[in-house]
């Protein structure tokens, strides 16, 4: 067996998609400790900088401390680990509250914690109640997480019985679900799975559109907002229009705290082809686990029978009260100006990276993918390429970037996937353009030497 696993890394290794950890710097205790990079971070999923705020952490520790304070005087709980899972010594006061409160906020009768956002989106998808006829369908959009796709597989429903549709592509979407309905004896029961935010390409679904068809044609939805929770909400709508101006300086009071998601940014927690959404804290939130928010019933039906849910030890009290504080934040004036920050970086980059590359002609290989959140992509084709250029703006500029290689994302469409953030600064955005454009500037003249010596070998 050991052979057999060295021959599938060497394999991996051959074609360029070994996987491994990154060496961290250890110059100082601090970055020992805490994997603070000595380099600009332009690739974590801490939008917000929650994840590394010194008052977030105080808010979160004080909270924390009141917290156990009164839970230790009253003997309602153990102050480190949660002990078991939450069918067993694994609940709390404090995990049931901080659901109902989730509920509120998200907008739904419902919510139920889990350990991580691949834990809830395995969860939802291995264990819904798949019809013994095989008449169940699923649909989903053909960049959904990993995370979506392992669960759909881990579920009962035959694999014949899964289909994808064109990204984000409303009449690819009609398509498949015309032609499902036209294979099955009877009327089949349609699930379409969709993310709000993709992560590999940081576009918008459509979502109305997706809701309003699935309610004509009786499917039910599901959305996964990790990379929306923090980012969207109802007091920012008009950042999730690609091209949105470089001058807006406030954002609008559209009737409720921003930071909630991209459904709640367009008023779709309500929508009845809804059948539940999960919130990942991993990301804008700053620190980990996720919810899934639904009806009643869903939520009951999870408890019953998401394995994930079931066997798992639950979240310690602290992740719990950190998860609390989070939502406080994202949620407060301090989350609101952190908003308006990384948007202003969002539009800047894409200014300055649009105007640069067009100055390449029409021959450049390099193309910014269209995307009105802080995931903005760079399509640099060819895994040692992107890896090459990477590096480069690492050990040049000090900017911390990483290739998205073949198989993550389909062969020529490699790309450097860059994050916008609250905590980087005006002048780092300028200076991560220039490294950029300077890069693919000598990778073309690389390129075009390389070709005319081929031609003259010829």
């Known amino acids: 067996m050991e052979s057999r696993l060295q ?10 998609t070994l996987r491994s950890l990154m060496p961290i710097p250890t110059s100082s205790a601090a970055s020992a400790l805490t994997s603070t990079f000595p380099v600009i971070d332009f690739s974590s999923n801490d939008y917000l900088g929650f994840a590394r705020c010194p008052e ?59 350990n991580s956002g691949y834990d809830a989106n395995l969860s939802v998808l291995s264990s819904l109640p798949y019809r013994d006829d095989g008449e169940d369908v699923i649909i989903m959009d053909e960049l959904v997480h990993n995370s979506l796709v392992m669960g759909i597989r881990m579920g009962r429903l035959k694999q014949e019985n899964v289909y994808t549709f064109q990204h984000n592509n409303i009449d690819d979407l009609k398509r498949v679900l015309r032609n499902v309905n036209k ?117 009951s039906y999870l408890v019953n029978y998401a394995r994930p849910f079931v066997y798992s030890t639950a979240l310690p009290p602290h992740s719990l009260v950190s998860i609390q504080q989070s939502y406080e934040s994202m949620m407060s004036e301090e989350g609101e100006r952190r908003r308006k920050v990384v948007f202003n970086f969002v539009r800047l980059f894409r200014q300055e990276m649009k105007r640069g590359l067009s100055s390449f002609g029409k021959g450049c290989q390099f193309e910014l993918l269209p995307s ?6 760079v399509i640099v084709p060819g895994n040692e390429s992107c890896i090459s250029i990477c590096n480069e703006l690492r050990e040049v500029g000090r900017f911390d970037v990483y290739p998205i290689r073949s198989p993550t994302v389909p062969k020529g469409k490699e790309r450097i996937r860059i994050i916008l953030h609250a905590h980087n600064k005006e002048e780092e955005v300028h200076a991560l353009v220039k490294a950029l454009l300077s890069s693919f500037k000598r990778s073309m003249i690389f390129s075009d030497s390389m070709k005319s010596y081929n031609i003259a070998k010829l």
Request: proline content about 4%.
């Open 7 to 16: 021959e599938c890394l060497d394999r991996r290794e051959r074609e360029g």
């Open 56 to 114: 977030q952490h105080h808010r979160v520790e004080s909270a924390y401390n009141q917290c156990m304070s009164t839970a230790f005087s009253r003997a309602q709980g153990p102050l480190l680990g949660a002990t078991g899972s939450r069918l067993l010594s694994g609940d709390s006061n404090l995990a049931r509250s901080l659901e109902a409160n989730l509920a509120h906020i998200h907008n739904r009768p419902a919510a139920l914690l889990f």
């Open 183 to 299: 294979s099955s004896a009877v009327t089949p029961s349609v699930l379409i799975i969709i993310e709000s935010v993709y992560s590999m390409d940081g576009d918008i679904a459509p979502m109305k559109e997706i809701l309003d068809l699935a309610e004509q044609t009786g499917a039910a939805v599901i959305v996964d907002e990790a990379h929306g929770l923090g980012i969207f909400g109802r007091t920012n709508v008009d950042d999730m229009t690609l091209e949105s101006s470089l001058d807006i300086t406030s954002h609008q009071d559209n009737g409720g705290a921003g930071g909630t998601g991209a459904l709640a940014a367009l008023n779709l927690e309500h929508h009845p082809a809804l059948l539940c959404s999960v919130h990942t804290f991993g990301k804008a939130a700053g620190c980990h686990g996720a919810v899934v928010a639904g009806s009643n019933t869903i939520i």
């Open 372 to 377: 009105p959140s802080p995931i903005q992509a």
